[in-house]
């Protein structure tokens, strides 16, 4: 059964770099692999999407390994207002259906 | 360019009843797919459209069934509603190709009591 996994919930600085990795088993070999970053009463909102390897742009990164069982987004120098809930999304790999991880609830501190 | 939107925004219904939900895309884009939102599920996928069609489907009951119109504006309506569809239900819409970004509205929030 394919699943979407992250931590539950991270705490950091202002100013450090976070890493949150997501494990997806199962992913589609076609499909890329999106985080998105969600504010109370809001719609989620696209961060950034890769396929394989290290994907960058202005606000964070991507790593996905070659088996591209895992992703993790990189944040780097964090501030209070990146203080939200990220998701990662994949395809599962038989169905194609589209699985968000349970999210990361990221708790920026002064 | 507009965003996505979603209407309405807030909604009570009781169980039994039915409820339409419109989503309506930002222009040029022709997907739009429906989630659901709860504190214990999390987002979980419903369905795509992509011009006129369904495309992709979740793990829900046949309740839970949507539309797209040809100006790609999209309805879902959940019928027979159980207190468990309460949730937010968002709407996301891409130019409809792998890899799209999806761009997302604010959400319904459906309250069943």
């Known amino acids: 059964l394919a699943k979407t996994t992250q931590p539950i919930s991270m705490d950091s600085y202002e100013g450090q770099e976070v890493n949150i990795t997501c494990s997806h088993n199962?992913?589609?070999?076609?499909?890329?692999i999106t985080w998105y970053q969600q504010f109370p009463s809001q719609g989620p909102r696209f961060i950034i999407q890769?396929?394989?390897t290290k994907v960058t742009n202005e606000v964070a990164s991507l790593f996905i390994p070659a088996d591209r069982k895992s992703s993790t987004l990189s944040l780097p120098r964090v501030s209070l207002s990146d203080t939200a809930v990220y998701y990662c999304?994949?395809?599962?790999?038989?169905?194609?259906?589209?699985?968000f991880g349970q999210g990361t609830t990221l708790q920026v501190k002064p | 360019k507009a965003g996505v939107t979603q209407t309405p925004r807030y909604l009570i219904k009781t169980r039994g009843q039915q409820v339409t939900l419109s989503c309506s895309p930002i222009?040029?884009?022709?997907?739009v797919s429906w989630y659901q939102q709860t504190p214990g599920q999390g987002l979980q996928f419903l369905f795509e459209?992509?011009?006129?069609?369904?495309?992709n489907k979740g793990n829900f009951p046949g309740r839970f069934s949507g539309r797209q119109f040809s100006n790609s504006r999209s309805e879902m309506n959940v019928s027979t509603l159980e207190l468990g569809d309460s949730a937010l239900y968002l709407c996301?819409?891409?130019?409809?190709?792998?890899?799209?970004?999806?761009?997302f509205g604010p959400g319904t929030r459906l309250t069943v009591l």
């Open positions: 996301a819409s891409s130019l409809g190709t792998s890899g799209d970004e999806q761009f």
């Open positions: 199962n992913i589609a070999t076609n499909d890329y």
């Open positions: 890769g396929y394989k």
């Open positions: 999304l994949a395809a599962t790999g038989n169905t194609g259906k589209l699985i």
């Open positions: 222009s040029g884009h022709r997907s």
């Open positions: 459209y992509f011009s006129e069609t369904q495309r």
